[in-house]
């Protein structure tokens, strides 16, 4: 089924390409003794997701002279799969790239190290610098002055993380104001 059909794939359809892959989440005993329902969907859509990039991690090879085949053989098939709209290919890859930003900054940590600050700023600024695009494109001038404003912020936020991250090992000092003195 594309991407961009009409109508989405049900929740018994997603729970069906779990189970043959032998990916079904447990059933929780007296839940859902009907099976799956469609409040279900996205979390069997996100475990299916998962399951999949599994699958791709599995499959590909960690040389470096064959990894590059790899990716561009699965990018091939997710290219066929989404087709020639540029707009669903923009959402895709924002989504993509939230659910990143998402893991890479572990929600339940109150305070993030500073490389991991730096990774999520570094996500976060291609999520902003596509919509920035995606609303020039469309002539949104103030759509694309936010996304630019979200990106300048997010490259600070690389920066002072990679410099946090300096000072930790030493190799660069904090700012007096920091160091109490």
């Given amino acids: 089924m594309s991407i961009s059909s009409e109508r989405p794939v049900s929740a018994e359809q997603i729970y069906a ?10 059933a929780e005993p007296g839940k859902r003794p ?6 279900d969907r996205l979390h069997l859509l996100g475990s299916l997701l998962a399951k999949t990039e599994l699958e ?12 590059v085949e790899d990716v561009l053989e699965t990018l091939l098939g997710w290219g066929e799969q989404l087709g020639a709209d540029p707009g669903l290919a923009v959402n895709v890859l924002t989504n993509r790239l939230q659910r990143t930003a998402l893991q890479v900054s572990e929600p339940e940590a109150e305070e993030l190290p500073p490389g991991r600050e730096a990774a999520f700023a570094a ?5 902003y610098a596509l919509s920035a ?12 002055r936010r996304a630019l404003s979200g990106a300048e912020e997010a490259l600070i ?3 002072q993380g990679m410099h946090d991250l300096r000072v930790a090992i030493g190799d660069a000092s904090a700012p007096e104001d920091e160091g109490g003195g």
């Fill in 56 to 67: 791709i991690t599995a499959a590909t090879r960690l040389t470096e002279e064959e990894e």
């Fill in 157 to 159: 936020d690389i920066l």
């Fill in 133 to 144: 695009q995606w609303h020039a494109e469309r002539g949104d001038t103030e759509g694309t």
């Fill in 34 to 39: 009907g099976g799956p329902q469609e409040e």
């Fill in 17 to 26: 390409a779990l189970a043959a892959l032998a990916a079904e989440p447990e």
């Fill in 123 to 127: 996500v976060m600024t291609a999520v």
